[in-house]
């Protein structure tokens, strides 16, 4: 038995410099609604993903609930992929549409735009691609499809600060993006997220949904919600968006030390990160044929030896209740998917050492020795 090691671990990389920052936030008596460090996160985003506009927001659903509200002409359905955490299909529902789903690439676990074509229906107002681990999407064929079938396009990129797409940052792709910066991501802000756009027009329209529509103090120019960064989420995300390369080239290390270690246990691979990965996921897929036991039974053992892999993103969209009447969608690589895939726990907080447990662990269980 060690620590426990969890998928998520979130990341605090100078805590005194946060409790300097938490400490004026308290002076300045500016707690939230668009404050001081806000905005400068805003700028700094505006730098990093090469965009002209960065709206700062409570959490990523909350992101993306409102650019798919504010950013589609009218109401329909939105695509979204089988195989992705709930609140990308909860978003689409929240924002006044329907959800129709369809099958993830094998390659990279993200949005297949082949998947997309077979899907299509007359309704469909939007497109929503998820970098799903970091893994950048098919951005080109996804904007191709949306342009051919004139709808919008946008990408829930949760997973994906500091990622790129060929050399460019994912962030400035589609008509917006939308980060998180929730404890466990890559850069945690507590809790937060983060709309990014080059449409002019779209990102005034975000803003005023974010703050319930007010123009000034007074005047309710829109429909909205509340969707604000407070001051507090800004400054932990400042403090931990400095440490991103550092975090990325730590992640990156985890990557390669289980990808190794794994190749001498039958049947239990770690998907490759596409090029321009944040490695922030490390994701493994188990053959049951080949290594011999039940997804499932290898997750509970390692709980029993607190090592807290998860089942991400099982047990798909259209198998969650609320989505069940997409249940006939064909959806044969995300049905895959949700039986075989163990999230391992990486990042900073984990050693070499860990790593070496976990897969240690892993090849006991094959063998037989666990129990
Ligand atoms: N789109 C995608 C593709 C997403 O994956 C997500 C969120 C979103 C959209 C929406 O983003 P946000 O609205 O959250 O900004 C989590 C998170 O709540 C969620 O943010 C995340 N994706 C999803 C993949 O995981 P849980 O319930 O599985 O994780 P949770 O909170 O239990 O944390 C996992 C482990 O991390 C814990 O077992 C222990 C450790 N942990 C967690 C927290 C919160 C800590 O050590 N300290 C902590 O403070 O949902």
């Not at 979130?10 to 946060?18: C, G, L, Q, S, V």
């Not at 460090?37 to 700028?43: G, I, P, R």
């Not at 910066?181 to 990014?196: L, Q």
């Amino acid at each position: 038995m060690g620590e426990i090691l969890h998928v998520g671990m979130p990341t605090i990389a100078d805590k005194e410099r946060f409790l300097r920052m938490a400490s004026d936030i308290i002076d300045r008596k500016w707690l939230t609604n668009n404050g001081e460090y806000v905005q400068e996160l805003e700028a700094r985003l505006c730098t990093l993903l090469g965009v002209k506009h960065v709206i700062a927001v409570c959490n990523a659903t909350v992101g993306l609930e409102i650019v798919l509200n504010v950013g589609t002409p009218k109401k329909g359905s939105v695509v979204v992929p089988d195989f992705t955490f709930i609140a990308s299909a909860h978003a689409a529902v929240a924002a006044g549409h329907k959800v129709v789903v369809a099958d993830v690439h094998r390659s990279n676990h993200c949005l297949d735009p082949l998947a997309v074509e077979e899907v299509w229906r007359e309704d469909i107002v939007a497109i929503l691609g998820v970098h799903l681990w970091g893994n950048s999407c098919f951005v080109d064929r996804l904007q191709r499809v949306a342009e051919e079938r004139q709808v919008k396009l946008f990408f829930d990129a949760a997973h994906a600060l500091g990622a790129t797409h060929n050399g460019r940052p994912i962030g400035s792709f589609g008509n917006a993006e939308v980060f998180s910066f929730h404890a466990t991501k890559i850069v945690n802000g507590f809790e937060g997220g983060a709309i990014s756009t080059n449409d002019d027009e779209l990102a005034q329209k975000c803003r005023l949904a974010r703050n319930f529509g007010f123009i000034g103090t007074d005047k309710i120019a829109s429909h909205g919600t509340n969707g604000k960064m407070s001051e507090v989420s800004a400054a932990m995300a400042l403090v931990n968006l400095d440490a991103l390369e550092k975090l990325i080239a730590i992640n990156r290390e985890r990557h390669d030390q289980y990808s190794s270690l794994s190749r001498n246990v039958r049947g239990f691979s770690i998907l490759p990160a596409s090029d321009g990965n944040n490695f922030h996921y490390c994701v493994a897929e188990l053959d049951e044929s080949l290594f011999g036991h039940h997804r499932d039974g290898l997750v509970e053992w390692l709980w029993e030896n607190d090592v807290r892999a998860r089942k991400y993103f099982y047990p798909g969209v259209r198998r969650s209740p609320p989505y069940k009447f997409e249940l006939l969608a064909r959806c044969p690589v995300s049905e895959a998917l949700c039986g075989s895939v163990v999230v391992l726990p990486t990042g900073p907080s984990l050693s070499p050492g860990d790593v070496e447990r976990v897969v240690g662990l892993i090849s006991q269980f094959q063998e037989g020795i666990c129990r």
